[in-house]
Protein backbone atom coordinates (compact mmCIF):
# COMPACT_ATOMS: atom_id res chain seq x y z
CA UNK A 1 0.00 0.00 0.00
CA UNK A 2 1.30 3.40 -0.85
CA UNK A 3 0.55 6.83 0.45
CA UNK A 4 0.03 9.32 -2.61
CA UNK A 5 -0.54 12.32 -0.64
CA UNK A 6 2.23 12.94 1.17
CA UNK A 7 3.09 15.03 3.93
CA UNK A 8 5.23 16.49 5.84
CA UNK A 9 4.75 18.40 8.98
CA UNK A 10 6.03 21.98 9.79
CA UNK A 11 8.62 22.81 12.61
CA UNK A 12 5.34 24.44 14.33
CA UNK A 13 1.55 23.66 13.61
CA UNK A 14 -0.91 26.69 12.68
CA UNK A 15 -4.02 26.71 12.66
CA UNK A 16 -4.46 28.03 8.98
CA UNK A 17 -6.82 26.59 7.06
CA UNK A 18 -10.02 24.20 7.92
CA UNK A 19 -9.65 20.56 8.96
CA UNK A 20 -12.50 19.47 6.71
CA UNK A 21 -14.72 17.21 7.39
CA UNK A 22 -17.98 17.31 8.82
CA UNK A 23 -17.69 18.75 12.08
CA UNK A 24 -15.11 21.31 10.23
CA UNK A 25 -17.06 23.97 11.66
CA UNK A 26 -16.62 23.53 15.12
CA UNK A 27 -13.20 22.29 15.55
CA UNK A 28 -10.55 24.55 16.82
CA UNK A 29 -7.47 24.34 18.89
CA UNK A 30 -8.54 26.78 21.59
CA UNK A 31 -11.00 26.21 24.81
CA UNK A 32 -12.02 29.89 26.24
CA UNK A 33 -16.05 30.66 25.39
CA UNK A 34 -16.81 32.40 21.70
CA UNK A 35 -19.87 34.05 23.15
CA UNK A 36 -21.84 35.31 26.25
CA UNK A 37 -24.69 33.34 26.49
CA UNK A 38 -26.44 31.97 30.13
CA UNK A 39 -27.52 28.83 30.74
CA UNK A 40 -31.80 27.84 31.38
CA UNK A 41 -32.27 26.80 34.64
CA UNK A 42 -35.50 24.45 35.26
CA UNK A 43 -37.38 23.44 38.65
CA UNK A 44 -35.53 19.90 39.31
CA UNK A 45 -32.39 19.34 41.16
CA UNK A 46 -30.22 17.88 38.54
CA UNK A 47 -29.65 20.07 35.21
CA UNK A 48 -28.13 18.71 32.35
CA UNK A 49 -27.11 20.25 29.21
CA UNK A 50 -26.30 17.55 26.65
CA UNK A 51 -26.68 16.27 23.08
CA UNK A 52 -28.20 12.70 22.48
CA UNK A 53 -24.93 11.27 21.47
CA UNK A 54 -23.00 8.40 23.13
CA UNK A 55 -21.53 10.41 25.72
CA UNK A 56 -25.08 11.67 26.43
CA UNK A 57 -26.64 9.04 26.41
CA UNK A 58 -25.04 7.51 28.93
CA UNK A 59 -26.18 10.35 31.61
CA UNK A 60 -30.03 10.36 30.39
CA UNK A 61 -30.37 6.21 30.50
CA UNK A 62 -28.45 6.69 34.08
CA UNK A 63 -30.88 9.12 35.27
CA UNK A 64 -33.78 7.26 33.98
CA UNK A 65 -32.87 3.78 35.55
CA UNK A 66 -32.34 5.39 38.84
CA UNK A 67 -35.87 6.83 38.97
CA UNK A 68 -36.99 3.58 37.49
CA UNK A 69 -35.64 2.68 40.63
CA UNK A 70 -38.08 4.94 42.81
CA UNK A 71 -35.32 7.77 43.21
CA UNK A 72 -37.42 10.66 42.96
CA UNK A 73 -34.34 12.79 43.34
CA UNK A 74 -32.91 11.72 40.25
CA UNK A 75 -35.69 14.00 38.30
CA UNK A 76 -33.87 16.39 36.44
CA UNK A 77 -34.32 18.84 33.27
CA UNK A 78 -32.30 17.75 30.46
CA UNK A 79 -31.29 20.76 28.10
CA UNK A 80 -30.42 20.16 24.42
CA UNK A 81 -27.04 21.45 23.54
CA UNK A 82 -26.98 22.16 19.47
CA UNK A 83 -23.07 21.54 19.14
CA UNK A 84 -23.65 21.85 15.41
CA UNK A 85 -24.39 25.61 15.79
CA UNK A 86 -21.58 25.92 18.62
CA UNK A 87 -24.07 26.08 22.14
CA UNK A 88 -21.20 24.70 23.67
CA UNK A 89 -18.81 27.53 23.33
CA UNK A 90 -21.20 29.46 25.54
CA UNK A 91 -19.61 31.35 28.47
CA UNK A 92 -22.77 29.53 30.51
CA UNK A 93 -22.10 25.87 29.34
CA UNK A 94 -18.01 26.48 29.52
CA UNK A 95 -18.48 27.74 33.27
CA UNK A 96 -19.53 24.34 33.95
CA UNK A 97 -17.39 22.25 31.14
CA UNK A 98 -14.40 23.84 30.82
CA UNK A 99 -13.87 21.29 28.25
CA UNK A 100 -16.85 22.35 26.26
CA UNK A 101 -18.24 18.94 25.47
CA UNK A 102 -21.11 17.15 26.53
CA UNK A 103 -22.56 16.42 28.55
CA UNK A 104 -22.58 18.86 31.46
CA UNK A 105 -24.57 18.57 34.97
CA UNK A 106 -25.43 20.91 37.21
CA UNK A 107 -26.34 19.21 40.97
CA UNK A 108 -28.07 22.06 42.57
CA UNK A 109 -29.69 19.67 45.50
CA UNK A 110 -27.63 21.09 47.94
CA UNK A 111 -26.98 24.62 49.09
CA UNK A 112 -24.07 25.25 46.59
CA UNK A 113 -24.97 23.88 43.34
CA UNK A 114 -22.11 21.24 41.91
CA UNK A 115 -20.41 20.82 38.88
CA UNK A 116 -19.59 17.96 37.25
CA UNK A 117 -18.66 17.55 33.51
CA UNK A 118 -16.81 14.04 31.99
CA UNK A 119 -19.78 11.51 31.34
CA UNK A 120 -17.88 8.81 33.77
CA UNK A 121 -17.48 11.42 36.48
CA UNK A 122 -21.48 12.32 36.01
CA UNK A 123 -22.21 8.31 36.47
CA UNK A 124 -20.45 7.96 39.10
CA UNK A 125 -21.95 10.75 40.90
CA UNK A 126 -25.19 9.62 40.45
CA UNK A 127 -23.98 6.47 41.31
CA UNK A 128 -22.92 7.55 44.60
CA UNK A 129 -25.69 10.03 45.73
CA UNK A 130 -28.19 7.35 45.28
CA UNK A 131 -26.43 4.37 46.07
CA UNK A 132 -27.36 2.49 43.08
CA UNK A 133 -26.00 0.53 40.26
CA UNK A 134 -22.33 0.69 41.50
CA UNK A 135 -21.44 -2.80 43.39
CA UNK A 136 -20.28 -1.79 47.04
CA UNK A 137 -18.15 -4.84 47.79
CA UNK A 138 -14.65 -3.97 46.77
CA UNK A 139 -13.95 -6.58 44.40
CA UNK A 140 -16.92 -6.05 42.76
CA UNK A 141 -16.89 -2.44 42.66
CA UNK A 142 -13.29 -2.85 40.93
CA UNK A 143 -14.50 -4.65 38.33
CA UNK A 144 -17.14 -2.29 37.68
CA UNK A 145 -15.03 0.93 37.57
CA UNK A 146 -11.99 -1.24 35.57
CA UNK A 147 -14.75 -1.91 32.67
CA UNK A 148 -16.40 1.90 32.85
CA UNK A 149 -12.56 3.33 32.77
CA UNK A 150 -11.91 0.93 29.90
CA UNK A 151 -15.19 2.69 28.09
CA UNK A 152 -13.77 5.61 29.03
CA UNK A 153 -10.40 5.61 27.26
CA UNK A 154 -11.35 3.03 24.82
CA UNK A 155 -14.34 4.56 22.70
CA UNK A 156 -12.19 7.00 21.48
CA UNK A 157 -10.70 5.07 19.16
CA UNK A 158 -14.16 4.07 18.14
CA UNK A 159 -15.55 7.39 17.55
CA UNK A 160 -12.73 9.76 17.00
CA UNK A 161 -11.09 7.28 14.93
CA UNK A 162 -13.17 4.99 13.09
CA UNK A 163 -16.25 6.91 13.18
CA UNK A 164 -13.80 9.99 11.81
CA UNK A 165 -12.00 8.58 8.95
CA UNK A 166 -14.80 6.04 7.79
CA UNK A 167 -17.84 8.22 8.37
CA UNK A 168 -16.94 11.55 8.62
CA UNK A 169 -13.37 12.40 7.03
CA UNK A 170 -13.67 14.75 3.85
CA UNK A 171 -11.84 11.65 2.26
CA UNK A 172 -11.26 8.14 2.61
CA UNK A 173 -7.95 7.00 3.84
CA UNK A 174 -7.07 3.58 3.96
CA UNK A 175 -4.28 3.50 6.53
CA UNK A 176 -6.43 5.36 9.20
CA UNK A 177 -9.51 3.23 8.17
CA UNK A 178 -7.76 0.08 8.49
CA UNK A 179 -5.57 0.83 11.58
CA UNK A 180 -8.90 2.20 13.61
CA UNK A 181 -11.46 -0.67 12.32
CA UNK A 182 -8.87 -2.99 13.44
CA UNK A 183 -8.83 -1.29 17.15
CA UNK A 184 -12.42 -1.29 17.14
CA UNK A 185 -12.84 -4.92 15.96
CA UNK A 186 -10.47 -5.86 19.09
CA UNK A 187 -12.16 -4.05 21.41
CA UNK A 188 -15.65 -5.67 20.12
CA UNK A 189 -13.73 -9.00 20.66
CA UNK A 190 -12.99 -7.61 24.16
CA UNK A 191 -16.67 -7.33 24.51
CA UNK A 192 -17.74 -10.42 23.38
CA UNK A 193 -14.96 -12.62 25.63
CA UNK A 194 -16.18 -11.10 28.46
CA UNK A 195 -19.97 -11.23 27.78
CA UNK A 196 -19.19 -14.62 26.98
CA UNK A 197 -18.22 -15.35 30.62
CA UNK A 198 -20.63 -12.96 32.18
CA UNK A 199 -24.28 -11.76 31.93
CA UNK A 200 -23.73 -8.58 32.15
CA UNK A 201 -20.04 -6.32 31.75
CA UNK A 202 -19.63 -6.01 35.22
CA UNK A 203 -20.51 -9.60 36.25
CA UNK A 204 -23.83 -10.77 37.08
CA UNK A 205 -25.68 -7.60 38.28
CA UNK A 206 -26.45 -4.64 35.91
CA UNK A 207 -24.21 -1.32 36.68
CA UNK A 208 -23.43 1.90 35.26
CA UNK A 209 -20.14 -0.13 33.50
CA UNK A 210 -23.22 -1.77 31.37
CA UNK A 211 -24.72 1.72 30.79
CA UNK A 212 -22.30 3.30 30.04
CA UNK A 213 -20.72 0.96 27.01
CA UNK A 214 -24.18 0.51 26.04
CA UNK A 215 -24.13 3.42 24.06
CA UNK A 216 -21.04 3.49 21.99
CA UNK A 217 -20.39 -0.39 21.88
CA UNK A 218 -24.29 -1.66 21.81
CA UNK A 219 -25.32 0.40 18.98
CA UNK A 220 -22.07 -0.39 16.85
CA UNK A 221 -23.11 -4.37 17.40
CA UNK A 222 -26.69 -3.34 16.32
CA UNK A 223 -24.74 -1.90 13.42
CA UNK A 224 -26.53 1.49 13.95
CA UNK A 225 -22.91 3.76 13.82
CA UNK A 226 -21.51 4.95 11.01
CA UNK A 227 -23.61 2.35 8.72
CA UNK A 228 -20.18 0.21 9.14
CA UNK A 229 -22.41 -2.91 10.77
CA UNK A 230 -21.67 -5.20 7.96
CA UNK A 231 -18.19 -3.23 7.29
CA UNK A 232 -17.49 -4.67 10.98
CA UNK A 233 -19.10 -8.05 10.55
CA UNK A 234 -20.73 -7.30 13.97
CA UNK A 235 -22.91 -10.21 13.83
CA UNK A 236 -19.89 -12.77 14.24
CA UNK A 237 -20.13 -11.14 18.08
CA UNK A 238 -22.65 -13.62 19.36
CA UNK A 239 -22.48 -13.00 22.81
CA UNK A 240 -22.01 -8.89 22.20
CA UNK A 241 -25.65 -8.84 20.07
CA UNK A 242 -27.52 -11.33 22.92
CA UNK A 243 -26.00 -8.50 25.50
CA UNK A 244 -26.52 -5.33 23.60
CA UNK A 245 -30.77 -6.63 22.69
CA UNK A 246 -31.13 -7.47 26.62
CA UNK A 247 -29.81 -3.85 27.39
CA UNK A 248 -32.31 -2.27 24.32
CA UNK A 249 -35.30 -3.72 25.78
CA UNK A 250 -34.96 -2.38 29.71
CA UNK A 251 -37.53 0.90 29.82
CA UNK A 252 -35.73 2.85 31.27
CA UNK A 253 -32.90 2.75 28.21
CA UNK A 254 -35.48 2.95 25.98
CA UNK A 255 -36.29 6.15 27.49
CA UNK A 256 -33.12 7.51 27.70
CA UNK A 257 -31.78 6.67 24.46
CA UNK A 258 -34.41 9.14 22.71
CA UNK A 259 -33.64 12.49 25.36
CA UNK A 260 -31.80 15.37 23.91
CA UNK A 261 -32.11 14.14 20.28
CA UNK A 262 -33.81 15.77 17.16
CA UNK A 263 -33.03 13.59 14.39
CA UNK A 264 -35.88 11.38 13.34
CA UNK A 265 -40.09 11.60 13.56
CA UNK A 266 -41.07 13.59 15.92
CA UNK A 267 -42.65 10.94 17.54
CA UNK A 268 -38.89 9.21 18.38
CA UNK A 269 -37.58 11.49 19.53
CA UNK A 270 -37.47 14.21 22.72
CA UNK A 271 -35.32 17.43 21.83
CA UNK A 272 -35.57 18.55 25.85
CA UNK A 273 -36.89 16.63 28.80
CA UNK A 274 -38.62 18.39 31.68
CA UNK A 275 -40.93 15.87 33.27
CA UNK A 276 -41.93 12.11 33.29
CA UNK A 277 -45.01 12.94 30.72
CA UNK A 278 -42.99 14.72 28.12
CA UNK A 279 -42.42 10.43 26.79
CA UNK A 280 -46.06 10.26 26.61
CA UNK A 281 -47.00 10.05 22.72
CA UNK A 282 -43.47 8.57 21.99
CA UNK A 283 -42.39 5.62 20.12
CA UNK A 284 -39.69 3.98 22.15
CA UNK A 285 -38.30 1.34 20.36
Request: net charge neutral; proline share 6%; aromatic share 12%.
Given at each position: ????S????PK?????????GT?????????S?????E??V?????????????????V??????????????????????????G?????????????A?I????D?????????F?????????A???????????????????????????A??????F?????????????????Y?M???????????RL?E?E???G???????????PW????A?G??????E?L?????T???R????I?????????????T?????????????????????I??
Open positions: MTDSAYTPVWSWDQPSGFANINRPVAPTHDKLPGRHPLQLYSLGTPNGVKTIMLEELLALGHSGAEYDAWFINIGKDQFGSGFVDINPNKPAMLRSGATPIRIESGAILMHLEKFGELLPREAGARAECLSWLFWQMGSPFVGGGGHFYAYAPTKIEYAINRAETKRQLDVLDRASYVADTYTLADIAIWYGIVQKAYNAGFNVQEYHLQWTAMAARPAVKRGRIVNSQGDAATVLIERHAASDFNGKLG
